[in-house]
Nanobody, 112 residues
């Protein structure tokens, strides 16, 4: 069972950038779909971005053009580069592997 550990969250001003990392405890080479989700207070968890093993990406409309998901199979790591952050991006961000495995989450807070 692979374990996922997110890092890179924090407090940033609107317009700023953060890069989240999701480190897996074993190889993710065979895991087709990796993704990032987020959950804001009082809201349901929502999809942010996904990436397949061949590099095909998909983004929520709310983050298109601002966020970039990538994966480094050699490092067993998935990244989420977040630019032009907005207060509405404030949430706990979770890494997901294969639609069934979750990390513990990392808090992202964007101040206005």
């Amino acid at each position: 069972q692979v374990q996922l550990v997110e890092s890179g969250g924090g407090l940033v001003q609107a317009g700023g950038s953060l890069r989240l990392s999701c480190a897996a405890s074993r190889s993710i080479f065979s895991i087709n779909l990796m993704g990032w989700y987020r959950q804001a207070p009082g809201k349901q968890r929502e999809l942010v971005a996904t990436i397949t093993s061949t590099g095909t990406t998909m983004y929520a409309d709310s983050v298109k053009g601002r966020f970039t998901i990538s994966r480094d199979n050699a490092k067993n790591t998935v990244y989420l580069q977040m630019n032009s952050l907005k207060p509405e991006d404030t949430a706990v961000y979770y890494c997901n592997a294969g639609l069934s495995l979750w990390g513990q989450g990392t808090q992202v807070t964007v101040s206005s």
